[in-house]
């Protein structure tokens, strides 16, 4: 059972779209690229997780702050007697663990050991399980879900779910005896209401409006490379066609996004659509899927 879905963050949501807008430098779009890849691998897990058939909650993307350190779960997992942390990578490539170090295996590369992130996150969610009064068993696990991926020397350390383990794990849940009861419910409620929306560990580059890129992108490929119809409009690149009005509307979600100081104007939106032509139709879309606040030049919608 889902109690939080995983969605797409603030920060990757601006950073797809500043992507397509504008050139990042490097460092900004080698951010932006593992942001990306992690994401990915997240709901590749969540395909997973979604087979599960026994009695257990699913949390996911879950920031929880204890003793003023802050920690984020990928996915936590109640069941009956135990509580599961999952830690989900999306590494592709070959690696070697030396040393208590995860480095590629030809660059020698040193990258975050995530044993270590995952012994910190247990730690902290014990201590505010402690301090809450729950007595269940935390035990944690390092996902790797690429299939590319291949970690040379691996420890024999049964925290580690390796790709061609994935199945049997997922098994292995579904397969354990559980049944959830109110102060299960209770507990997952309690998480809930202490998860913290915006991460602290949010990194955006700076950006303005006169610097990006105008136009409506394909919701499907990114590419400013559409024709816009009277009610459609197609993608030259990936052929995804899509409604005019929701277009329009989605792009007025993506200025609230990147610009939530703006007010929402037919002029504005006309400006940032670049492609369609015609402000009365910018201006009939607007006015029948928001609400109209003031007068002709003053009206702006929310």
Not at 94 to 118: C, T, V
Not at 158 to 172: A, D, E, G, M
Not at 292 to 298: K, L, P, T, Y
Request: proline letters at 3%; charged letters at 25%.
């Amino acid at each position: 059972m889902h109690v939080k879905s995983r969605v797409v963050s603030n920060e990757l949501s601006i950073l797809r779209s500043i992507n397509a807008r504008m050139n990042l430098s490097l460092k900004v779009k080698k951010y932006y690229l593992n942001i990306e890849k992690g994401y990915q691998g997240e709901v590749l897990f969540d395909q997973l997780t979604a087979q599960l058939q026994s009695d257990m909650y699913i949390i996911n993307d879950l920031c929880l702050e204890f003793n003023h350190s802050v920690f984020q779960i990928d996915t936590l997992i109640i069941s009956q007697k135990t509580i599961f942390t999952i830690e989900i990578k999306n590494y592709e490539g070959d690696y070697k663990y030396e040393s208590e170090e995860f480095r590629g295996a030809f660059s020698n590369h040193e990258i975050m050991n995530p044993l270590i992130q995952l012994k910190r996150t247990n730690s902290l969610l014990r201590s505010l399980l402690k301090s809450i009064r729950i007595n269940l068993p935390v035990e944690g696990y390092v996902t790797f879900v690429n299939p590319e991926f291949t970690l040379y020397q691996a420890p024999l350390d049964s925290s580690i779910i390796f790709p061609t383990q994935l199945n049997r794990f997922v098994k292995k849940l579904n397969e354990m005896h559980s049944k959830l009861n109110e102060q299960h419910k209770q507990l997952a409620d309690l998480l809930l209401s202490m998860h913290q929306a915006e991460s602290p560990y949010t990194r955006l580059p700076p950006y303005d409006y006169g610097e990006l890129q105008k136009g409506i992108t394909c919701v499907a490929c990114r590419s400013f490379g559409i024709t816009v119809g009277n009610k459609k409009i197609v993608c030259n690149q990936c052929g995804f066609i899509e409604d005019v009005d929701s277009a329009v509307l989605r792009n007025v979600e993506e200025l609230r996004l990147l610009f939530p100081e703006k007010k929402i104007t037919t002029n504005l939106v006309h400006e940032w659509c670049k492609l369609v032509k015609s402000k009365k139709k910018i201006r009939r879309i607007l006015l029948q899927n928001l609400k109209s606040v003031g007068a002709r030049e003053h009206r702006y919608f929310v």
